[in-house]
């Protein structure tokens, strides 16, 4: 079982990126997936989620600016990210959570228990 995210770069301030992160191993339909994002120097925080029934989460500091989306037939999600900051500069990880079937989405990051490898954001000012 396997997550590979892809898509990061380096983009000017006020630019886009799409992050992808496809799965391969097992279906990934019942399951919550998330995005999280690393800094130099910081701890791995919450960015994005969308649950298996599709009600999504967002950290306060990319609301109306990232969209998580999934497309279930490809076993990917997808982080669209809109007028990107430089303080969006972070290594994003995909991950998903090992339960099934669960009741509303979660935004901590123990509770998902399969990661991808990450994929460098690098925002310039």
């Known amino acids: 079982v396997q997550l590979q995210a892809y898509g990061g770069g380096l983009v000017q301030a006020g630019g886009s990126l799409r992050l992808s992160c496809a799965a391969s191993?097992?279906?990934?339909?019942?399951?919550?997936m998330g995005w999280f994002r690393q800094a130099p120097g910081k701890g791995r925080e919450f960015v994005a989620a969308?649950?298996?029934?599709?009600?999504?989460s967002y950290a306060d500091s990319v609301k109306g600016r990232f969209t998580v989306s999934r497309d279930n037939a490809k076993d990917t999600v997808y982080l669209q990210m809109n007028s990107l900051k430089p303080e969006d500069t972070a290594v994003y990880y995909c991950?998903?959570?090992?339960?099934?079937?669960?009741?509303?989405?979660?935004?901590?990051?123990?509770?998902?228990?399969?990661w991808g490898q990450g994929t460098q954001v690098t925002v310039s000012s």
């Open positions: 991950a998903t959570r090992g339960a099934q079937w669960t009741t509303g989405v979660s935004t901590t990051p123990s509770v998902y228990n399969i």
């Open positions: 191993g097992r279906t990934f339909d019942s399951h919550d």
């Open positions: 969308l649950s298996w029934s599709r009600t999504s």
